[in-house]
């Protein structure tokens, strides 16, 4: 798809659940248990078990690469800002992405991002540049 | 417990080299909800993958549990995209160190090589060691 300034990408939710963060753990490699364990997550002081930030920010890869039909990504970069809570029932929770075109130049297309979970804004300043 | 200021601008040792292939990133994509074919560009955010071996190797060497730490910021720079086939390894060097409210806040680099030495990708990361709650 041709990228221009200025245009909405449209808004991509995708689902969280405790199976998601099991499995993104195995892929990953990152078993950290305050993604598993609520005793654990509870012990450090988090509210109960958060997803992976890199899980979110992986789901944030996926509306890109959905928007963009896989173009070459290079630069990506996020803040943590607020946790993910994954509570232990069978909905979980949702992610949401949506961006803005910000600019198209010398064959790079800068996109700004919303990310959000519930009503709460969860990646600080998350942007990504594609070739266009 | 505090960590040692004295890390900042230490390199820790490469990873051991890691080969890409179809089903692990097929593996990694299908995590995230994602189809994956052969030839599909590989998730943006693979090289994790290598870069969380590297941290876990760092906190290791530092004696810092893995439960206290959250992650702050992560970015990734790309030098050209990344394939199966390739064998890459992660080295990782401390940048910053500082000590916010009690956490320490541990800026980290690393870069990601290919087997003929170029860098592929840079990823930073911020991570947070939590504090323990005083009793």
């Not at chain 2, 870069?51 to 702050?72: C, K, P, T």
């Not at chain 2, 916010?100 to 911020?126: L, R």
Request: aromatic residues 6%; glycine residues 8%.
């Amino acid at each position: 798809m041709t990228l221009e300034a200025g245009a909405e990408l449209a808004p991509k939710t995708y689902p969280v659940t405790r199976a998601s963060l099991v499995r993104y753990a195995g892929a990953s490699g990152d078993f950290n248990p305050i993604h598993w364990s609520d005793r654990i997550a509870t012990a450090v002081g988090l509210p109960g078990v958060i997803a992976h930030g890199m899980f979110t920010m992986a789901l944030v890869a996926r509306a890109v690469s959905e928007w963009t039909d896989g173009a070459e990504v290079v630069d990506f970069g996020a803040k943590f800002t607020n946790p993910v809570v994954v509570p232990d029932d069978d909905e979980g929770t949702t992610v949401t992405v949506s961006g803005t075109v910000k600019s198209v130049e010398d064959g790079l297309a800068t996109i700004a991002l919303t990310v959000v979970s519930g009503d709460q804004k969860v990646l600080g300043m998350p942007k990504v540049s594609v070739r266009a | 417990m505090a960590v040692d200021g004295s890390l900042v601008g230490r390199a820790f040792p490469p990873t051991r080299p890691y080969r890409v292939t179809d089903e692990k990133v097929r593996e990694f994509a299908a995590a995230t909800g994602m189809g994956w074919e052969s030839g599909d560009a590989v998730p943006a955010t693979f090289p994790i993958v290598l870069a969380f071996d590297a941290m876990n190797a760092f906190l290791d060497d530092v004696q810092v549990e893995l439960s206290r730490i959250v992650h702050g910021e992560q970015k990734f720079s790309y030098a050209r995209p990344i394939a199966p086939g390739d064998v890459l390894t992660a080295t990782l060097t401390v940048a910053s160190l500082r000590q916010i409210g009690g956490n320490d806040i541990i800026g980290t680099v690393s870069e990601i090589t290919d087997d003929s030495g170029a860098v592929v990708c840079t990823t930073s990361a911020t991570l947070v060691h939590r504090a323990a709650e005083v009793a």
